[in-house]
């Protein structure tokens, strides 16, 4: 796989059926290795390794319902009472980071009301703090540690 602009870690891979799988912490299983997959590893090794936020908090890959479209986020970080205090959606390397990138993550806080917002395909990434009463996100260099 690519090499990501993210630390570098270990992962536990396996082979099955020619299939390369990587094992997800957060889920405690392993997931077919695709390059969204790849770089959602890197985040969430990120997450927990450079910003300290506790496993515990960290939900990946779960199922929102938004405008009556079931839709899947890629990381959810939690604060300690439940709300949401971080949105990640990942991409694969090869897709470019866009406006219509920034609008899906939009669509996900307007049900979730994140604190912060993070895109990435592994290579760019992208922060926001969300400014409710504005209306609006405002970019940041990073995103603060827990």
């Known amino acids: ?8 870690y270990s992962f536990r891979f396996k082979n099955s059926e020619n299939k390369i799988s990587i094992f997800d912490t957060i ?8 390059p969204e997959e790849w770089v959602r590893q890197h985040c969430v090794n990120y997450l927990i390794n450079v ?3 506790p496993i ?5 890959e779960k199922e929102i319902t938004i405008n009556k479209l079931k839709k899947r986020y890629d990381i959810v970080v939690f604060k300690p009472d439940g709300n949401i205090n971080l949105i990640v959606e990942c991409k694969a390397p090869n897709i470019e980071i866009s406006q219509s990138t920034f609008d899906q993550i939009a669509r996900y806080n307007l049900n979730l009301n ?8 592994g290579l760019n990434h992208y922060y ?4 409710y009463n504005n209306e609006r996100y405002n970019f940041l260099a990073d ?4």
């Open 143 to 146: 995103i603060p540690k827990f």
């Open 114 to 121: 994140a604190d912060y917002l993070m895109v990435t395909n």
């Open 27 to 34: 889920r405690k299983k392993f997931v077919i290795l695709q």
């Open 51 to 53: 910003k300290n936020y």
């Open 128 to 131: 926001c703090a969300m400014d």
């Open 1 to 8: 796989m690519q090499k990501l602009n993210f630390p570098t």
């Open 56 to 60: 515990s908090l960290i939900n990946v």
